[in-house]
């Protein structure tokens, strides 16, 4: 019991020590601080009451040359805590002292002594007080030894009581604890563990007893639970061995070091022979490896291979084995390890199920589906064929109608536009163009319009071929025109919006310059033009001007699905810009 209340206690006790003697140091140096403190500021008191008390009396007494009094003062200053010389100077010369001149000075303090009379002040001399702090010191240092002394008795007179203390309540019983362990064993589970006395009451160490009791009983339970069911297992192991010989189940336990097996006779009858035959067979594995067939023979032998050489634990599978009357059979078969030796299978067992006629009726049925899903893909394939035929007929005769449709509405639109044609003309022969100048422009897009002759144009070669037409005009115009630009639609059409639209423009004069552009945007042919009029102002159109303006762009909108602007930009440019669409039917 020694060896355990030893270890502890050395550690128990320099753990107290170490802390008892931070917190003792912490302390010991607060109180030295403290007093030390305390004293200067004592002296400094007193340094204050000499210069209140005795300042203006040895004035007093230098005014009137009373030399006793003087020393009588003097002698009074000593008594104050650690004065040990004072002396009075004037000019350098030393008028009076009292003390011991030799004593060591830790601090020096002078102040000035002056007499007023009849309204004057007179400078009188400096008294000068030299103080020796050794009084101060060895008061500390006799208080640091008696709390240094009083601090260690009293450590280590708590030290040893809790050692006293943990060697009864703790090791003691710690003790018991160890030699109870080291005689535990399973042979004797009935023996508790006892830590404490009948007087003792109970605490953290009797819990930890109660719960290795606990834990004793529980053992001794699981033990005789484990008993109970190894019982059990041997039962139902018999039992098991019952059922599998009466079930379809092959089973066969390979032993490697013997090179044997031994297996039931539903094991033989799946590969048509006899369970003797079967046992008295020399190297039984090497013979079933060797007679697996199909596609996945090679990997289904290396897998066995890995198998018996402890490289995998289980393989299951299904493979193709030619049975020893020489007949494929597809069967389903387990190899679990069970027992090895050195890392070595020394014990394998093999599961067995006859999956033929299962397989058998798996192919029919694969190969009935087959036949199925190839005449439905073909039947889909016609529907799908005839399908597409009607949706191409339905086209082509909606396209026809559409056709119809158009030719028909066109014939209505032009023959109406040839009784409008008819009337305007009329009307052109009553009316002046000065009284309707618009009425020429109108007459000439009905023409346009009745004669409608759409066709393949080079938008390019037209803008250079109209501009050609008046090269007084086209000096006045920068075309930045592509290299080609081919579209369907009637030119004349086009060429009556350039006309009208550019040409014609009231900003486009003698004085303007226009910068003329035509390009391709996505599907959108875009002309703009840019004049700079000579008085930088937007000409304003008049009645006629706009009729005109909203007749090119209700044929822009409506024929050529396009858009029309005429707008002002910031520095007085005009800019207009017409655009037709690509795609329009």
């Not at 032998?301 to 059979?329: M, P, S």
Request: net charge negative; proline share 3%.
């Amino acid at each position: 019991m020694l060896k355990y209340s030893t270890a502890i206690g050395r550690k128990l006790l320099s753990y107290i020590l170490a802390f008892s003697f931070v917190t003792t140091l912490a302390a010991f140096l607060y109180i030295l601080l403290a007093d030390y403190q305390r004293g200067i500021s004592s002296y400094d008191k007193g340094l204050q009451q000499i210069r209140n008390s005795y300042q203006q009396s040895v004035s007093y007494s230098l005014w009137n040359f009373d030399s006793g009094q003087i020393e009588a003062q003097l002698l009074g200053i000593l008594n104050f805590p650690g004065v040990v010389y004072v002396y009075i100077e004037n000019n350098g010369e030393m008028l009076h002292s009292a003390g011991n001149i030799y004593a060591r000075s830790d601090r020096r303090f002078q102040f000035d002594l002056a007499y007023d009379s009849a309204g004057r002040n007179y400078e009188l001399g400096t008294l000068h007080l030299s103080l020796n702090y050794t009084g101060l010191y060895d008061e500390i240092r006799d208080k640091a030894i008696n709390i240094l002394l009083t601090q260690f008795i009293k450590t280590f007179s708590v030290s040893v009581f809790l050692l006293f203390i943990v060697h009864q309540l703790v090791t003691r019983r710690l003790a018991r604890m160890a030699d109870w362990a080291g005689n535990f064993s399973l042979r004797n589970l009935s023996t508790p563990l006892t830590i404490q006395d009948s007087s003792d009451r109970h605490d953290e160490l009797t819990t930890v007893a109660d719960a290795i009791n606990q834990m004793r009983e529980t053992l001794q339970q699981d033990i005789s639970d484990q008993e109970t069911s190894r019982r059990e297992l041997e039962n139902l192991k018999e039992k098991l061995s019952i059922a599998i010989n009466n079930a379809a189940i092959g089973f066969c336990t390979y032993h490697s070091d013997e090179d044997t097996i031994h297996c039931n006779s539903h094991f033989a009858s799946c590969l048509s022979t006899t369970e003797y035959e079967l046992e008295a067979m020399q190297h039984p594995m090497e013979y079933l490896t060797g007679r697996i067939t199909g596609a996945q023979a090679v990997q289904q032998k290396e897998r066995l291979n890995q198998l018996l050489q402890g490289r995998l634990g289980r393989v299951h599978d299904t493979l193709w084995l030619k049975n020893f009357a020489g007949e494929e059979r597809y069967l389903e078969m387990t190899f679990q390890i069970t027992r090895y030796r050195d890392t070595r299978p020394q014990e394998i067992l093999i599961c067995i199920v006859d999956r033929t006629q299962e397989q058998n009726a798996l192919s029919q049925a694969r190969e009935l589906t087959m036949a199925l899903e190839n005449k439905v893909t073909q039947r889909t394939e016609e529907l799908y064929n005839e399908q597409l035929r009607s949706r191409a007929t339905i086209e082509y005769l909606e396209q026809e109608l559409q056709r119809v449709h158009s030719e028909r509405s066109q014939e209505q639109q032009r023959g109406i536009n040839e009784l409008l044609l008819s009337q305007l003309q009329r009307m052109n022969q009553l009316v002046s163009v000065s009284q309707a100048p618009a009425l020429p422009v109108f007459l000439e897009y009905l023409k346009i319009s009745v004669r409608d002759e759409p066709g393949t144009i080079n938008l390019t070669r037209c803008v250079q071929d109209w501009l050609a037409e008046d090269p007084a005009l086209a000096a006045h115009i920068n075309a930045s025109l592509p290299f080609s630009l081919i579209i369907e639609e009637d030119p004349a059409v086009i060429r009556f919006l350039f006309r009208n639209l550019i040409l014609r423009d009231p900003a486009m004069n003698a004085d303007s310059e226009c910068e003329l552009t035509l390009r391709l945007n996505q599907d959108q042919v875009e002309f703009t033009a840019s004049y700079q009029p000579a008085d930088n102002q937007l000409p304003a159109l008049n009645a006629d001007e706009e009729d005109v303006f909203r007749l090119c762009e209700y044929i822009i909108s409506l024929r050529l699905h396009g858009s029309l602007s005429r707008t002002s930009s910031p520095g007085g440019r005009i800019l207009v810009r017409f655009t037709l669409s690509m795609t329009h039917p």
